[in-house]
């Protein structure tokens, strides 16, 4: 069965950096896309941007352009999303979540539990 | 950005009633090859969101068939025909047009 493992909490201090993974299995990793999804707090879901795991393409939303790097590594299906410069307002929940193509239309049918990142002083 | 603006925020609901949500975008979602790019998902208590409609009025699979999706364009329901205690948790409604895909605010079902 399809499955998105992600990697646990994290609390970092305003300025670092996180790494966030998400594991697949079930699937052909390289036929797929994986996109972030964030959640603050009691808030709504905001979409942080996409990674074709074939070839490692990415689409990033405007918001986090210059601080989001998303990545994988075949070898191990896995990919993964680095925030920089954290500030308080990006303490959420980031989620990954799977999708085949990218275009319009696209459907996330599949969602990692969720990692929580907790950016404090 | 596309826009998608959900009403009610808040539905109380008696199981066993109908219920239904309200998403309008701010740009036809109407895509070329006749197909309306709104999802609906839903996140239960303390857990991710799972999807629930596709592609306007598509169940996703595993949903159960008292969910239906309608509307085209820029307006689109959600209907639950006779809501069941499972049920609770926060819709939203997603674009899938064009990026940054974007949600509704999001509304919070609850059982009366």
């Known amino acids: 069965q399809v499955q998105l493992v992600q990697s646990g909490a994290e609390v970092k201090k305003p300025g670092a950096s996180v790494r966030v993974s998400c594991k697949a299995s079930?699937?052909?990793?390289?036929?797929?896309?994986i996109h972030w999804v964030r959640q603050a707090p009691g808030q709504g879901l905001e979409w942080v941007g996409w990674i074709n795991l074939s070839s490692g393409g990415t689409k990033y939303a405007q918001n986090f352009q210059g601080r989001v790097t998303m990545t994988r590594d075949t070898s191990i299906t896995t990919a993964y999303m680095e925030l920089t410069r954290l500030i308080s307002d990006d303490t959420a929940v980031y989620y990954c979540?799977?999708?085949?193509?990218?275009?319009?239309?696209?459907?996330?049918?599949?969602w990692g539990q969720g990692t929580l990142v907790t950016v404090s002083s | 950005d596309v826009v998608m603006t959900q009403s009610p925020l808040s539905l109380p609901v008696t199981p066993g009633e109908p219920a239904s949500i309200s998403c309008r975008s701010s740009r036809s979602l109407l895509y070329s090859n006749g197909n309306n790019l709104l999802d609906w998902y839903l996140q239960k208590p303390g857990q991710s969101p799972q999807l629930l409609i596709y592609l306007g009025s598509n169940r996703a699979s595993g949903v159960p068939d008292r969910f239906s999706g309608s509307g085209s364009g820029t307006d689109f329901t959600l209907t639950i025909s006779r809501v069941e205690a499972e049920d609770v948790g926060v819709y939203y409604c997603?674009?899938?047009?064009?990026?940054?895909?974007?949600f509704g605010q999001g509304t919070k079902l609850e059982i009366k």
């Open positions: 997603m674009q899938g047009l064009q990026t940054p895909y974007t």
């Open positions: 079930g699937f052909t990793f390289t036929a797929y896309y």
């Open positions: 979540a799977r999708d085949e193509t990218a275009a319009p239309g696209l459907s996330f049918e599949y």
